[in-house]
């Protein structure tokens, strides 16, 4: 377990994945970062984007669409994300729906300045179901 940690995934419904794993890769409000075991102690907040982990032993990595939180680097490493989810359980259609919906309502109030903050949720929404619908059809790349 030299080269290895446990992970935890935490959302507010439940322990969406505990594990060990090599390597984790998520994508910060700076950027996407990776994390191997003995990284320096960090704390960092979590854009919406892909989560990718490489389990012990295993060749290939999994992916996860994630909404954003932070990830806390220790020892251990533990995400907490309002929600997480794995690309076979990914409603497609909903998320299809869910972006035609709120790029509409953009399209038609969102550049009024008056409502900057509803406007601003509506372009998480958006950035949430892109996601979603990114990680569904296996990632932004494929990782080896």
Sequence with gaps: ???????EIITPEKRFFSGVVETV???TLSGEEGFLAGHIWACKLLDIGELWFREEGKKEYRLAAISGGFIDVREEIMIYTDSAEWPEDIDLERANEAHRRE???LEQYGLSDEIKEE???HKQ???RAANRKK???GGSRQRQ
């Design 125 to 127: 929404a958006v950035r």
């Design 135 to 137: 990680v569904a059809a």
């Design 25 to 27: 890769i998520v994508r």
């Design 103 to 105: 790029s509409e309502w």
């Design 1 to 7: 377990m030299a080269n290895s940690f446990l992970l």
């Design 119 to 121: 406007a601003e949720k």
